[in-house]
């Protein structure tokens, strides 16, 4: 059974730039959720998507937003970078939500310049 | 904000020997689960533990949780140099919050040859 995949693993952009990630989950597996990454701030929860559907959302600014598509996989969405948002982005995929064991795939790191 | 956090923040021992982590937690949880990442990559999920659960063990790892102290262990037998990583509790609050996975701090593992 494949894992989780990001895409892409690296990304570099300027302040004030947006960027979209990429995250195809486990075969089956419905729900996604987005955690970001930092030596200072350690791992924060982002949102979780489920069948299409927002059910839950970390403490983030609007300019962090995602989506979920009708097979499951999902992007997420930053818009007006700030060299703050430079991170490792980890998703993560469930059979049933965060009660559940998660599974991550390797991360996309971005760095903001 | 971190409701887990890891004690230590840091373990160094030698080849064979016995490695404990503890985790403390703040508000009552459906489960708690362990996780490791090596150097900046994905995480692995190692263990899930319920509530209603005090011991489990999978292969050379052994958790116990306590939910009246709000705490929990990962002890892992007989190390070797591959379990060189961070080690990370994971909290899923009971009662619908919105939280997602609320991860600590995590313990930096290094299992020296």
């Known amino acids: 059974k494949a894992g989780v995949t990001q895409t892409p693993r690296y990304l570099i952009k300027t302040r004030g730039q947006q960027v979209t990630l990429s995250c195809s989950p486990i075969?089956?597996?419905?729900?996604v959720s987005w955690y970001q990454q930092t030596p200072g701030q350690g791992l924060q929860f982002l949102f979780e998507?489920?069948?299409?559907?927002?059910?839950n959302k970390g403490n983030f600014p609007g300019r962090f937003s995602g989506r979920q598509f009708s097979n499951s996989r999902s992007e997420m969405n930053v818009s007006t970078l700030e060299l703050g948002d430079s991170a490792l982005y980890l998703c993560?995929?469930?059979?049933?939500?965060?009660?559940?064991?998660?599974?991550f795939g390797q991360g996309t790191r971005l760095t903001v310049v | 904000s971190q409701q887990g956090e890891e004690d230590p923040q840091a373990l160094s021992i030698q080849e064979g020997e016995n490695a404990t982590m503890n985790c403390s937690y703040k508000?009552?949880?459906?489960?708690l689960q362990w996780y490791r990442q090596n150097s900046g990559r994905g995480l692995v999920h190692l263990i899930l533990?319920?509530?209603?659960?005090r011991e489990k063990h999978s292969g050379r790892l052994r958790v116990t949780l306590d939910t009246s102290k709000k705490s929990s262990s990962l002890l892992i037998t007989a190390s070797r140099a591959a379990d060189t990583a961070s080690y990370f509790c994971?909290?899923?609050?009971?009662?619908?919050?919105?939280?997602?996975?609320?991860f600590g701090k995590g313990t930096h593992l290094i299992i020296q040859p």
């Open positions: 993560a995929s469930s059979l049933e939500g965060l009660k559940a064991e998660a599974f």
């Open positions: 075969s089956g597996h419905r729900s």
């Open positions: 998507y489920f069948s299409e559907t927002q059910r």
């Open positions: 508000t009552s949880i459906n489960n």
């Open positions: 533990i319920r509530s209603n659960e």
């Open positions: 994971a909290t899923q609050r009971s009662g619908g919050g919105a939280d997602g996975l609320t």
